[in-house]
């Protein structure tokens, strides 16, 4: 069965360069939710969408924006980068606002280590 | 948001049942239970949901109380393949988010 797929798997930047993460969601699945998990950490979520328009929002740095785009997919973009925003990021998705009647399917996220 | 609360910990051994306990006490009338777990350096996964009634797949049962206000996951037979980190989240009705309490890390000894 298809996964929720997330590029690149591992990421490598300097301070203050930008990274731009991508994250394909499950056919049919039109909601899109960004986590930032950092060493030791259980997982913070970031943002949403559905439907291509923003649904929420956590703790995402101003330096941070996302998009859902017309085929669901989502990027998250992450301009002027701090050492501290080494963590894994994972995407999640599932399928419209259904208060959490359907699970949620995660991709396997992608590495930043900044440096 | 409902809060959740699970033990930082727990132990057990491989082959014997595991239960799972989570406090929500403040969830919502329509918020559905959620349980995932994490490995080391994995992505969460769906481990079983549910609204009221009790519900079982082929990972898990969970077991959710008559008030809704606490639910217990259930590993009927763990192996060391369920070592991981088990979070109990009940998603925001209104636009499904999903945010992260502390989990419990389980260990499964040989």
């Known amino acids: 069965a298809a996964g929720v797929i997330q590029s690149p798997r591992h990421l490598i930047k300097e301070k203050r360069e930008t990274a731009t993460l991508k994250c394909y969601p499950i056919?049919?699945?039109?909601?899109v939710y960004w986590y930032q998990q950092g060493p030791g950490q259980d997982p913070q979520f970031l943002i949403s969408?559905?439907?291509?328009?923003?649904?929420d929002k956590g703790s995402i740095p101003d330096r941070f924006s996302a998009q859902q785009f017309s085929d669901y997919h989502s990027e998250l973009n992450m301009s002027s980068l701090e050492l501290g925003d080494s963590a894994l990021y994972f995407c999640?998705?599932?399928?419209?606002?259904?208060?959490?009647?359907?699970?949620?399917?995660f991709g396997s996220g992608t590495r930043l280590t900044v440096v | 948001d409902a809060k959740t609360t699970q033990p930082n910990s727990m132990e057990s051994n491989e082959e014997e049942p595991v239960h799972l306990p989570c406090n929500h006490s403040?969830?919502?009338?329509?918020?559905?239970i959620h349980w995932y777990r994490q490995l080391p350096s994995q992505g969460p996964e769906y481990v079983i949901h549910?609204?009221?009634s009790n519900v079982n797949n082929r990972m898990a049962s969970l077991a959710i109380a008559e008030d809704r206000k606490s639910s217990t996951l259930i590993l009927h037979r763990a192996t060391l393949r369920d070592a991981a980190v088990y979070y109990c989240?009940?998603?925001?009705?209104?636009?499904?988010?999903?945010?992260f309490g502390a989990g419990t890390r389980l260990t499964v000894k040989p």
């Open positions: 549910g609204l009221t």
């Open positions: 999640a998705s599932s399928l419209g606002l259904s208060g959490g009647a359907y699970g949620y399917t």
């Open positions: 056919p049919r699945h039109d909601t």
């Open positions: 403040t969830i919502s009338g329509t918020d559905y």
């Open positions: 969408f559905y439907e291509k328009m923003q649904s």
């Open positions: 989240i009940p998603p925001k009705y209104n636009n499904n988010d999903m945010r």
